[in-house]
């Protein structure tokens, strides 16, 4: 009996994982996918999400950089399929095969349905399942202000009242206010520098008088030649340098290590120790406590700033170090990140990296959200709007005022719409009227943003999503200027510097704005002047 079980048993895992070795080949060089007829394969990285669905001869490596956004193991499939591993890849695309190559775990292939929400939802149910929780919903009921494009490294209380009370006398609602970089004497201080803070505590009063819930920015780097950088040294809560050799343990280290980040260089955390995550988490809870903080805005914490000569309380890889910094964002409700590796699912709000502002990166804006969703990051929102990378703000003599309206209709409909740069300062009335109808156009769907996240945070399953994802079969995969919130509204945003755009109906009757019904599949030119959006709800 007991060896007719075992056998049962056997034969039992030989069938689950047919799928897997009959569609791969192993070899020296990796592990080689046969990609099927008119199969199309997405994920990885979100940043490469313009670039999806994947074309012969694209490539990537999950190892040691995430683009300075989310990624994870994982690449869906348009015919259901999906790759996983629990460690990162390198994976290259041709006519005939998938090649997984470099990879640190091992690599599996599923077969779970016939569509890419085949694959997505039995990726999610088995890799990331999701939560059941979200963020704190004032993120997806009102825009976010972000203080960063205003003040930069300038962070003032000052300024911050100026520009939190121009809001409201602008006309636009309160919600989630940020206080970005430097607010701080130096990275590890967890309390307002006096110089421009000098009561720090009375603002975030105001704020909330206001209406505002308030959110810092923090990071997990310790300036070096603190006091405070001595005492976590001594603790050893900080990452240490193994001085390139890979048989030093780290019991047996004792060098800090020096990392090279966008401001300058500093000592970081290591989240792996138990101890260095309870005294972080206890300075936060300070900062809440003594001044009244609402959040945190939790930057930096790329893969690429671990991939140096470093020890670990925990040996953890560099991928791995980053999904510990975005671990610990989850004791706090109000929540944002740009870089994180393999959170899916987690009530995390997640931002696409910083855009410039031009054109270009305003276009990779639907792409890239789309990609965020299929890597289990619903929760995620598209950058500031007119752009967040302050350094193509330098020296600019002039506005592009379309540009900024086109940003804010944009984001109008996804799950979160962020400002920074302040749209009363640098736009015409006219401008100035267009950013606030898309601001009012997102008033009136919020009921169905919030159900929309609601549900995900239960299912798991993207917020915007391609239309692949809703209507397979219908040869819309390299539709990726539209975007489908939920399966119920389409949105597809001018994103060039006219007013009309041709928009993809798939099968269905949808209703625009106006009203007018169009009946799919049919391409159709829509006129959409400068404060127009063309949002279309579908009712059959």
Not at 31 to 38: C, E, R, V
Not at 358 to 365: A, E
């Amino acid at each position: 009996m007991i060896i007719q079980k075992l056998r049962k048993r056997i034969i039992a895992a030989s069938l689950i994982m047919m799928p897997f070795f009959s569609a791969a080949q192993q070899g020296s060089q990796g592990q080689h996918f046969k990609i099927l007829k008119g199969e199309q394969w997405y994920g990885g990285t979100v940043d490469e999400g313009s670039q999806a669905p994947y074309q012969s001869g694209y490539s990537y490596d999950l190892s040691g950089y995430n683009n300075d956004n989310q990624s994870a193991p994982l690449l869906l499939s348009s015919l259901g399929r999906y790759i996983w591993s629990n460690q990162p890849f390198k994976f290259s695309i041709s006519k005939e095969e998938l090649l997984i190559s470099g990879n640190l775990d091992s690599v599996s292939l599923h077969n779970t349905g016939k569509t890419l929400a085949d694959a997505f939802r039995a990726a999610s149910r088995a890799q990331f399942k999701a939560s059941g929780l979200m963020p704190d919903s004032l993120l997806f009921t009102s825009p976010q202000y972000n203080t960063w494009i205003e003040l930069v490294y300038n962070q003032n209380q000052t300024d911050i009242l100026k520009y939190a009370h121009a809001i409201i006398d602008n006309g636009f609602p309160p919600g989630v206010l940020m206080i970005d970089d430097n607010w701080a004497d130096y990275y590890g201080k967890f309390a307002f520098r006096k110089d421009r803070f000098p009561d720090a505590k009375q603002m975030i009063l105001e704020l909330h008088q206001l209406g505002f819930k308030v959110m810092i920015w923090v990071s997990p780097f310790i300036s070096s030649d603190t006091q405070v950088f001595r005492d976590l040294n001594e603790k050893r809560y900080l990452i240490i340098d193994s001085k390139g050799d890979n048989n030093l343990k780290w019991q047996n280290a004792s060098k800090p290590a020096i990392i090279s980040w966008w401001n300058g260089y500093s000592s970081c955390l290591d989240f792996t120790n138990p101890g260095a995550l309870a005294w972080y988490k206890g300075q936060l809870d300070g900062m809440m406590s003594q001044y009244g903080i609402d959040g945190f805005k939790f930057d930096a914490g790329d893969i690429e700033f671990y991939t140096g000569d470093i020890l670990t309380y925990q040996k953890k890889n560099a991928n791995e170090q980053c999904e510990s910094w975005g671990a610990f964002g989850a004791y706090y409700k109000l929540n944002e990140y740009r870089a994180m590796w393999k959170r899916g699912g987690q009530p995390l709000a997640e931002r696409l990296r910083d855009k410039k502002h031009n054109w270009t990166d305003l276009k990779k804006l639907i792409p890239n959200m789309i990609a965020a969703g299929l890597l289990g990051y619903q929760f995620t929102c598209p950058d500031m709007i007119g752009g967040g990378e302050y350094g193509s703000f330098i020296g600019l003599a002039k506005f592009d005022q379309d540009l900024v309206v086109r940003s804010a209709e944009c984001s109008a409909l996804m799950p979160m719409m962020q400002f920074s740069v302040a749209p009363w300062r640098i736009l015409d009335k006219e401008h100035l009227a267009a950013v606030k109808n898309a601001v009012l156009l997102r008033e009136k769907y919020t009921s169905y943003i919030l159900q929309t996240v609601k549900e995900s945070a239960k299912s798991g399953e993207p917020v915007v999503r391609n239309l692949e994802y809703v209507f397979p079969g219908q040869a819309l995969s390299a539709v990726n200027d539209q975007f489908m919130l939920g399966n119920r509204l389409m949105v597809a945003p001018v994103l060039d510097k006219i007013s009309t755009r041709i928009v993809v109906f798939p099968k269905g009757k949808w209703v625009g704005q106006d009203g007018r019904i169009f009946k799919g599949p049919l391409k159709a030119e829509i006129r959409a002047a400068i404060g127009e959006l063309p949002a279309f709800d579908k009712i059959d």
